[in-house]
């Protein structure tokens, strides 16, 4: 071995150590900020048009099986935001049903259940976006994770929408995040 030789091995073992780190922080480095997994602002409303009274049995009795199974599931939205969807779903069936039924005074009751619902859950969903994003940015990543998770229950109904997909690319590249993370 020469001279000559150890300092094309010291300059190799350096440029490895580089490349080495490089690769380390890149794969733990925060949000990588391409453009396909840039935040996307464009979210999805969570409710549409009100459901029209089922038309198979008579109105008001429909309307108290329905507007009783709303707030079975309003009961059960603090633990799956799921059930805060269909809650209002349900209360909204009632209203049609109760207006059906010439019923105006329980129709109002259910339309003032389902309103204050949706204001609820949709303060929920700004704040959950907003967590994401703030956690995203300072890479507390289990926290990111859990607002994902959270995001994509309240807009699993939703179907095919810029958002979603935006939450589904990036759960994964969190979840390896937050496992990592100590």
């Known amino acids: 071995m020469t001279n000559l030789d150890q300092p094309k091995r010291a300059l190799l073992a350096l440029a490895t150590v580089v490349v080495v780190s490089a690769a380390v922080v890149g794969l733990t480095r925060s949000y990588d900020g391409s453009s396909t997994d840039r935040p996307v602002y464009d979210h999805p409303g969570l409710f549409k048009e009100p459901p029209p009274c089922f038309h198979g ?16 599931y309003a009961e059960r939205y603090p633990y799956d935001p799921r059930d805060g969807i269909e809650a209002v779903i349900r209360f909204q069936e009632a209203q049609s049903c109760y207006e059906d039924a010439n019923l ?4 109002r009751r259910a339309g003032q259940l389902a309103a204050d619902l949706i204001e609820r859950i949709n303060t929920d969903y700004a704040s959950s976006r907003l967590v994401l994003e703030n956690a995203l940015a300072s890479e507390k990543w289990v926290v990111a994770l859990n607002e994902i998770r959270l995001l994509l229950r309240l807009t699993e109904h939703v179907g095919d929408h810029v958002y979603v997909d935006y939450l589904s ?4 590249k969190v979840t390896i995040r937050a496992n990592a993370a100590p």
């Not at 049995?57 to 079975?72: I, N, S, T």
């Open 57 to 72: 049995v008579r109105p008001a009795p429909r309307a108290a099986r329905v507007e009783r199974q709303g707030h079975f």
């Open 169 to 172: 690319r990036i759960v994964g």
């Open 104 to 107: 105006l005074e329980h129709a």
